[in-house]
């Protein structure tokens, strides 16, 4: 079975501060992996997808990630963040054989940006 | 567009009450899904439905029936819950393709807020 972990639960931080966040996966084989944002109050949007192709890929609102398959690790990164930020962040992945599309979810990291 | 739509969004019930919570998509998305999200915790997945098929149940109990009338639609009915069903109900679709769903993105909806006394 697969599973997601987050490396950090909380994180505070200053806008104009660079951001990221770790993901790490465990999955043996070819993996479809996500990164979706909780603002306060509001439901869950994607930020940015990888299912294949160029591992550097560019979400929405200046978010990226890279997949290192070597690393099983699937890192956000934003170079200068805003208060508007502020969210809880998901990694999630599902296997590309599933039929079902399961996602399985990290644990989320709590991201407050403080003006 | 790539909404989709919950009723309620907030829901107090008795634990001996009977209710239905919404979920409706018209994106032609052909895989549905509930999840469970406790507070500050990951969302869990519930059901999956396939072509208005039920293709996954997490050995939810019983006292979540899911059902989904057409394409567009998906239902939750809720009977005989308890204080610790509380949560936030997600319902997410995703597209088909030719080689299954597990391939394709999923796009949530508001949620319902549901609180059991």
């Known amino acids: 079975a697969q599973s997601v972990s987050q490396h950090n639960h909380h994180v505070i931080l200053s806008e104009a501060a660079s951001l990221e966040l770790g993901c790490n996966y465990s999955y043996g084989g070819t993996v479809n992996l996500f990164w979706y944002v909780q603002y306060p109050g509001q439901h869950l949007q994607l930020l940015l997808k990888?299912?294949?192709?160029?591992?550097l890929v560019k979400g929405i609102k200046g978010f990226e990630a890279e997949f290192i398959k070597s690393k099983f690790s699937f890192n956000l990164r934003k170079p200068s963040v805003q208060w508007s930020d502020t969210a809880e962040y998901f990694c999630?992945?599902?296997?590309?054989?599933?039929?079902?599309?399961?996602?399985?979810f990290g644990a989320g990291t709590q991201v407050v940006v403080t003006p | 567009d790539t909404e989709v739509t919950q009723t309620p969004k907030h829901l107090v019930m008795g634990m001996t009450n009977k209710k239905s919570l919404k979920c409706e998509q018209h994106?032609?998305?052909?895989?549905m899904y509930w999840y469970k999200q406790k507070a500050k915790k990951p969302p869990e997945l519930m059901f999956v439905?396939?072509?208005?098929?039920?293709?996954i149940n997490e050995s939810v109990p019983s006292r979540f029936s899911p059902e989904c009338p057409n394409s567009s639609l998906l239902n939750l009915h809720l009977h005989a819950l308890q204080p610790e069903d509380s949560a936030l109900y997600l319902c997410a679709s995703s597209p088909t393709t030719g080689t299954g769903v597990g391939t394709d993105t999923q796009y949530f909806g508001p949620g319902t807020r549901l609180t059991v006394l």
């Open positions: 439905y396939s072509y208005e098929k039920l293709s």
């Open positions: 999630a992945v599902n296997a590309a054989t599933d039929s079902w599309g399961k996602l399985q």
């Open positions: 990888y299912f294949s192709g160029d591992p």
């Open positions: 994106m032609g998305h052909r895989a």
